[in-house]
């Protein structure tokens, strides 16, 4: 299993909150965005008994592909290969880092310039290129944004959701030469395109993420709606893809139920703009493509999630990132409050993995288990289920924890208290007096209530009336 070099902080999620609820901009922000995605969603999946069926042909390709794991892989190596797209494989984020800049240098180019890619913001590529001296500029809208402000995506699909068009305007103003203020969102989109088309001539490195990679043809699907992502791929000489080694699927008819899925779960649309089937680099007597293709795959501790047999479910993730949308708590506090790469309630079951439960011990409670996730997941991932499982994991009870950091989350305090508590109630007896005792020592407690107390209204018994009312229309 994967150990990161050097183990991060536990992440400060209480801290994060408290600042993010004090801000009410922010979280009227968010909660009108997570609104809008899931009203567009809705409309997209009209029928439930067909969006249920949808599913559940989502969730058996992912488990399909999932149970053959380490066979597709070695296979989508070979095809690949056949079509001359180079694979690089990569343990940690660390060696993924080096592929890339290995890359980025024998290709003899000082920028790279991104589509989108969550396994790049996952491996912090872009402090890497940057520490070597090669530049690294994200050409998706939402990316290009909280790149030039400094910050990281606060939400796997619209990474730029916290932002409003007046903060746009301002970033744009301060930070792009040359721009005044204008708060029209036309005319921003206008002056990103301006600055990237520019930089997409003079690169000879793309790189770009991967939606699904298709075992038996070697090909790499990747969705988008803005077209960078088609530029990355075809404009620069070099063309680098990165993506996790879930992402495998055996077969090409397996891709459009997955993406339905994933359009419609992601942004309400029936399908993107631009779908880019990368099947190869350029080949004689083309005009046009890169001339080489490479593809890295990630572990980063996925394996680790792949060897226990519930967590493995984590890796079905097509990453639509629905369950952010429709999550209680990630809709009030943003995705930089939960301090890692992938927010909400997929963040917190796939964060563990890369990072160690040590690390992110305060995020798995960070769940109302309303079950609002597991319901809308495109592939019927049991997300409040595998939340506890790691709850438990943290608390060092689960059978085998395989996670590095397991038992981490259980302070001494808790140790003592549940041990004293075990031991009590295994004891009739003793459970007994002390309960005896207990309700003896009730009249030394404080005679006044608190404001808690006092602010609750008990419940009272319906009237005998209604409850004969129902007996009677029940027998009727
Ligand atoms: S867990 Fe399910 S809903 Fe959440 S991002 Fe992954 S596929 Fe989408």
Redesign the pocket.
Known sequence: MNQPTNPPAPINFHANVRRVVANPALRASFRGAMDFLMAKRAVQFPDPEAFEALRTQGEQIRQHALSRLPELLEQLETSLARNGIQVHWAETPEQACQLIIDLATRAGGDLVVKGKSMVSEEIELNHALEAVGIAALESDMGEYIVQLAGEKPSH?IMPAIHKTKEEIARLFADKVPGVDYTDSVDELIQIGRRVLREKFRDTRIGLSGVNIAVAETGTLCLVENEGNGRMCTTVPEVHIAITGIEKVVAKLEHVPPLLTLLTR?ATGQAATTYFNWISGPRREGELDGPREVHLVLLDNGRSGAYADARLRATLQ????????NHCPVYARIGGHAYGTTYPG??GKLVSPHMLGLDVTADLVTASSLCGA?GE????K?P?PDLLLQLRQQSQGHAAAPLLPGAGSGRKALQTISYGLFAWLYSRPAFYRLFSLCATRLRALTPSKQGAWTLSRTALRPAPRSLHERMKSRSEA
């Open positions: 796997i779960s993730c097509i990453r639509c990132g629905a369950c952010m309630p997929i996730c809308v997941c495109p592939v991932i997300i």
